[in-house]
């Protein structure tokens, strides 16, 4: 869900008047493997934390786009996935909901271990541009699939739930 301007500008009004009434508290901390003092919790991105589970309560457990990232799960041999969508576009829409969401994709996205990474476009940010421009498919919606050897495999918004399962199934296999 996105906020419009009024509705951004309400929740700092609304975050405003709520901390002028309650004292600062500490940010949570946790203690990460390999690091010797604890680490603000929010400062953490998701792409420095395991990676563990690719669906979780029944939803794609989406990491955020990052290129380092990216290439640290397949450095570890992790087939890797990556939705390029955006709100404004009405096949990337159909994408998210008939596609990615259906059983048969969360099936073989869990079963195989593949990584999910949502790269959202919807305000056309520069890094996920010269993503998007590395493939001859340049525009959105983009699935981007790595398999375990490093080959890729495109799917525009015409791919069915069918043909993305099928091939996250048969990334994995590669090995």
């Known amino acids: 869900m996105t906020l419009g301007y009024c509705g951004r ?3 700092g009004l609304l975050f405003t008047a709520c901390a002028a009434h309650s004292p600062p ?3 949570p901390v946790e203690t990460y493997e390999g690091s010797q003092e604890p680490v603000p919790v929010q400062a953490v ?3 420095e934390k395991p990676i563990t589970r690719s669906v979780v309560d029944g939803e794609v457990a989406w990491q955020p786009f990052d290129r380092d990232a990216i290439a640290k799960a397949r450095a570890r ?3 890797v996935m990556v939705a390029v969508l955006a709100d404004w576009s009405v096949n990337a ?3 998210a909901k008939e596609v990615l969401k259906a059983p048969v994709v969360l099936a073989a996205l869990e079963e195989e271990g593949v990584v999910p990474f949502l790269a959202d476009f919807t305000n056309e940010d520069e890094a996920i541009e010269s993503y998007i421009a590395q493939y001859a498919k340049a525009n959105v919606p983009l699935v981007v699939v790595y ?3 490093g080959s890729t495999r495109t799917f525009d918004g015409s791919a069915t739930a069918h043909q993305l399962a099928t ?3 048969a990334s ?3 090995r």
């Open 9 to 11: 500008v309400a929740m």
């Open 25 to 27: 508290a500490d940010p």
């Open 45 to 47: 991105t998701l792409s």
């Open 77 to 79: 041999g992790r087939p």
């Open 93 to 95: 829409k159909v994408l």
């Open 147 to 149: 398999d375990r050897n």
């Open 167 to 169: 091939h996250l199934r």
């Open 172 to 174: 994995t296999r590669l």
